[in-house]
């Protein structure tokens, strides 16, 4: 029966089933992605998929529900598996023209516009500050305009220079779209790139121009007056690429002025798709987009345990620096692993006697890599330095949980899950400009994935013991 259908047919109705909302249209591509063949070979599996992803995605309420989503709980990136970048480049080289939107496509905000007037409010202490930015923003107004009057309405006089500052170490380049696109300049396509802010175009530039993007032309709503959607009308384009990630208010109105639809579901929206543990809003809101960033972007998959390393075991090691800003800490782990690295001057990390005079009060760190060295080595600080008093504080105690994925990242041993803790701290610290994570929020997450992080250590022991009986 399906062969008596015509192509053109059929062609419309797959367009119909896959593009009914951005939901439909992002899961339909990642179980394109999942199994390649299953089209062709089982046409009517398929169909069916389609047809429960139609049903379950427009229903309102219902389709936010994160069944089998959930953080430390799930291998996500197994579930949101993104075409590779190469193949998603062909469909741009369909056409001689591409529009790519800027923000939350090309660069990904860490804080929402909010949450950065919060951070501004709090930096200038001027009460009032954020609610009167939020209020008077208007993408088609200047950066300049606005602060006039605000500084009118509350009777300050504040420059836009530090809003820029903070937007603009607010942005994380995404890698799988700028790839993309150079992939698109190197077969002469023209690039226009558009993004509605108040922000000027030289702000956008230097952005641009920091990370080696090609363009053809650069359009921004303060200085044209215009939206973008309306922007890329007016560039009179027949036959173009829509990149973005803004599937109802771009990507689908450009489609009837002859767009072709280039979906990119935001990654700090596939963080806010998945369940979370019960974690502060300030927190979750950075969170979201530093994991979105790494983790979801599309350029690679990662294995399992780095997911989990980077979105679990991450912040709880993150959250331990803010034990060591008010005492004097020593730190049970090696000094070249990985964690002393981190910690730099902010502790001493080191499994033998400390060899120099230290405060009359001091605190110690117990990794819980070896309790029997370090109930030696703490009696021989006590021996070595007995006017001093040492409080010791129990990673297992504060964490509440097994201990034994963290043994690696104090140790200095090498694993995808150590890789992971690594990258989270590393990225944390840059795109938050070293903003601070509570142990409870650290501890929550941790809890979220200790059990898959102790069945990947196991697989990972198996792995490693069968390996010689392999090689005889």
Same mark, same amino acid.
Request: hydrophobic share 35%; aromatic share 10%; charged share 25%.
């Given at each position: ?30 179980m ?11 046409p ?19 389709r ?45 905000p860490?804080?929402?516009?909010n ?6 409010e ?8 954020a609610r ?10 200047s950066i ?6 605000l ?13 820029? &500052? !903070?937007? #603009?170490?607010?942005l994380?380049?995404?890698? $799988?779209?700028?790839?993309? /696109?150079?992939?698109? %300049? @190197?077969h002469?396509v023209?690039i ?7 922000y ?40 173009f ?9 771009f ?7 002859g767009?072709?639809p ?17 974690i ?26 780095? &997911? !989990?390393g #980077?979105?679990?075991?991450?912040p709880?090691? $993150?959250?331990?620096?803010? /034990?060591?800003?008010d %005492? @004097? ?38 990794t ?6 370090f109930?030696?080595?703490l009696?021989?600080?006590r ?50 400009q ?7 929020d650290?501890?929550?997450l ?11 250590l ?10 010689? %009986?392999?090689?005889?």
């Open positions: 029966m399906i062969e008596r259908l015509s192509v053109d047919f059929v062609r419309k109705l797959f367009y119909l089933l896959t593009n009914g909302n951005a939901q439909i249209k992002f899961h339909t591509i990642c394109q992605n999942q199994n390649r063949e299953m089209a062709t070979n089982r009517i599996e398929f169909g069916l998929k389609l047809l429960a992803y139609n049903i379950f995605y427009r229903i309102p309420l219902i936010d529900i994160p069944i089998g989503r959930s953080i430390g709980k799930e291998y996500l990136t197994r579930q949101y598996l993104r075409l590779p970048v190469e193949d998603l480049a062909s469909e741009i080289l369909e056409n001689p023209a591409v529009v790519c939107d800027l923000k939350h496509t090309l660069f990904l860490v804080l929402t516009q949450g950065l007037y919060e951070k501004l709090k930096e200038f202490r001027i009460q009032g500050f009167m930015r939020r209020k008077l923003q208007n993408s088609c107004s300049d305009e606005i602060y006039q009057r500084n009118q309405g509350l009777e300050v006089n504040l420059s836009p220079t530090r809003e820029l &500052e !903070l937007a #603009y170490e607010n994380i380049p995404n890698r $799988y779209i700028i790839r993309l /696109l150079d992939i698109a %300049a @190197y002469d023209k226009y790139l558009t993004v509605d802010s108040p000027p175009s030289s702000f956008f530039e230097s952005l641009l121009q920091r990370h080696d993007i090609a363009f053809c032309s650069l359009l921004v709503s303060s200085e044209t007056q215009n939206k973008k959607r309306e922007m890329v009308r007016k560039l009179g384009l027949s036959h690429g829509i990149v973005s990630a803004d599937f109802n208010h990507i689908r109105p450009l489609v009837k002025a767009g072709k280039i979906y990119y579901r935001a990654p700090v929206q596939l963080m806010k798709d998945a369940r979370h543990p019960r502060s809003s300030d927190f979750k809101e950075r969170y979201d987009a530093v994991c979105g960033a790494r983790v979801f972007s599309g350029r690679k998959r990662p294995a399992f345990s780095y &997911e !989990l #980077y979105l679990c075991a991450g709880l090691v $993150y959250s331990l620096f803010s /034990l060591f800003e %005492a @004097y800490t020593v730190c049970y782990a090696s000094r070249h692993s990985e964690f002393a690295k981190l910690v730099g001057s902010r502790a001493v990390c080191t499994r033998s006697a400390v060899q120099k005079p230290l405060p009359g009060e001091i605190q110690v760190l117990d819980g890599i070896d309790p029997q060295g109930a030696r080595y009696q021989k600080l021996h070595m330095y007995p006017d001093t008093c040492f409080r010791v504080i129990s990673l297992k105690q504060v964490s509440g949980s097994s201990i034994a994925p963290l043994t690696g990242f104090f140790t200095n041993a090498s694993s995808e899950m150590t890789d992971g803790i690594r990258d989270f701290c590393r990225d944390y610290s840059k795109y938050t070293n903003d601070p994570i509570s142990i409870q650290g501890v929550r941790y809890r979220c994935g200790c059990e898959n992080m102790q069945a990947q196991k697989l990972q022991s198996c792995a490693v013991q069968l390996r010689p %009986a392999a090689q005889m």
